[in-house]
């Protein structure tokens, strides 16, 4: 059921078996197997997810690859929805653990905003990452491009760079070495920082002998129609040209909400086992959030994965069904 | 390319960065991957596939849950093909270890047949399992149901039998401990062995304190129409009446082609590392060949995990494409 302010009362005096945070591509996996394992389950959605930003699903087995990630999305929130799943959009700000449960608590609506709290046996942690852009006075302008030929993911994407004139956009000296990854796919890639970082003698003799020039004055804008960026414009007037570009500028991580929890973590990412378990137990965490690749169909086997490690748990602490007399008497016809 | 009997010659000197056995779900993606990683791949697809049996995906995110398992790949197979990989319909008979390469031998066509064998640096075994299902003297009348109402995985369609009078159709007295996992969905189970094993006290027992009875005649045949199977006639004539009926009665492992490697499995399984590499440095394993769940979305990823470890390693190996100054002249605009 999708719940809004004006339902969701009906939910609070529920226990779910599981909460998702986060409607992407892992949480509507994970909501659509929770569902069809009879489990109660709430995705909670916060909009603006990294796979609706995607213009095109290049590499996911099944939808043609011109697919928008907002129609994957979409058709996963009503196949979820069909089968049980409720669905909040919603921002989770806090979850605190209460021994057999999680309280979850969320902002719905933006204005005259309510502050529900839900509870659940399971959590799982789905809510990805964003990546960083470049920051300009007019996002718009970058927002035109980004995830067109403006790309956030070498692996999604490398393929459309093929042999392309790339800016590669960083905003450090480390993200500099995406260059040396990128150039299987291209080597006319152009570097840069615009400004926001400096490069040591060791990275700019690296550079030069790949031939890979380095730009560092200040964007002001990126140049092109129709969604189709065609190069830099510098804030000294200079235009660097490109057919393509690669941000590799590191990722945002939603997951203020796990902030009571001290879970184990490599770097950002989560670590989990093969079945998406956190070092807590009743903590799942999927997709981008985790270790390993940021890929559409790692995410959907991620919540395969955990709503199955979650119903085997619940199924094996629950008395079994059996067939009874009365039962039989009525159901059973044996002719 | 589709390669065929006419064409195929034009490949034969060609080494494939990776040739993947069977063009199921997990092949299907993982040459969409390498392709996109703009490698050389063959699919080699011998038909019949267990997906292709599949007549709804209902728990694949991004596609309606009335999709049959053959349009998946159809759009698969178009999508590989689009992107640069190579398909062929043939049955691998064996592969041999050549050092750096393996050579695959193929069979094409079952009338005229020709054995072409191909080489590659990689290999993908992909080739799945087949259920096993109750042998009658007129198969076609299993084939009416099986796929439909007569399922053949619990974890996909446990939900589709939910509180249904539900047959539970074994060969194994093993087997029979599926019913304690099927009750989450259903209480009205019905055991049949159709005498093809016998069943111990104990089990017995077990049965009759969960009200599963337990039928062990001979089947005669399925009953139904229009692909919904209503029951089973035994030989003595009598009818036992089902809603729904689930096969557990093992499965074939295509994976004779592997005879010459002695890989390290688990009971039939293959075992194979995060990255889906078997314990042959050079061979993957994918989906229902390896340890794991047998679901739709864990195979595709784990071809997103092969094709990837692939292409790192061959990426690797390979010198640095530099931007030589001629090219920088030519393709670079700095206006």
Redo the contacts between chains.
């Keep these: 059921m999708k719940l809004a302010k004006k339902n969701l009362d009906e939910r609070l005096n529920h226990t779910y078996d599981a909460i998702i945070v986060g409607g992407g591509?892992g949480g509507?996996?994970a909501a659509?197997?929770l569902?069809?394992?009879?489990l109660s389950c709430l995705v909670i959605e916060k909009g603006r997810g990294r796979s609706l930003w995607m213009q095109h699903?290049?590499?996911?087995?099944?939808?043609?690859?011109d697919?928008p990630g907002r129609d994957?999305l979409k058709?996963?929130q009503e196949?979820a929805l069909?089968?049980g799943a409720d669905y909040l959009n919603g921002y989770v700000e806090r979850v605190t653990d209460e021994g057999d449960t999680f309280a979850v608590q969320v902002k719905v609506g933006k204005k005259d905003s309510i502050y529900p709290v839900f509870r659940c046996k399971y959590l799982v942690a789905a809510s990805g990452i964003i990546d960083n852009l470049p920051q300009l006075g007019d996002m718009q302008n970058v927002y035109n491009y980004a995830g067109y030929n403006l790309h956030v993911c070498l692996?999604c994407d490398?393929?459309e760079m093929?042999d392309k004139?790339c800016g590669l956009f960083v905003n450090s000296e480390g993200a500099i070495n995406t260059a040396?990854?990128l150039?299987?796919?291209?080597?006319?890639?152009?570097i840069v920082t615009g400004g926001t970082c400096t490069v040591g003698e060791e990275m700019r003799a690296k550079l030069a002998?790949?031939?890979?020039?380095l730009y560092e004055q200040p964007i002001a804008k990126f140049l092109g129609r129709n969604h189709e960026m065609t190069g830099v414009e510098f804030t000294d007037g200079?235009?660097?040209?490109l057919e393509t570009g690669l941000v590799a500028m590191g990722s945002h991580y939603f997951s203020e909400y796990l902030q009571d929890f001290d879970l184990k973590r490599d770097g950002n990412n989560l670590v989990t086992d093969?079945m998406c378990r956190t070092s807590h137990p009743r903590i799942f965490a999927l997709g981008d959030l985790k270790q390993?690749?940021n890929?559409v169909?790692?995410a959907?086997?991620?919540?395969?994965?955990a709503a199955?490690a979650i119903?085997r748990e619940i199924?094996r602490s629950?008395p079994?069904?059996?067939?009874?007399?009365n039962?039989?008497q009525r159901?059973?016809?044996?002719?």
Excluded: C
């Design positions: 591509a509507l996996s659509i197997y569902a069809r394992y009879r699903l290049t590499n996911y087995l099944g939808l043609p690859p697919t994957m058709q996963g196949h069909s089968v692996i490398g393929y093929s004139r040396f990854v150039n299987w796919f291209t080597p006319y890639i152009s002998k790949h031939g890979y020039p200079s235009v660097l040209e093969e390993g690749l890929q169909s790692i959907v086997a991620d919540g395969t994965l199955t119903w199924r629950s079994p069904r059996i067939w009874t007399e039962v039989k159901d059973l016809s044996l002719i």
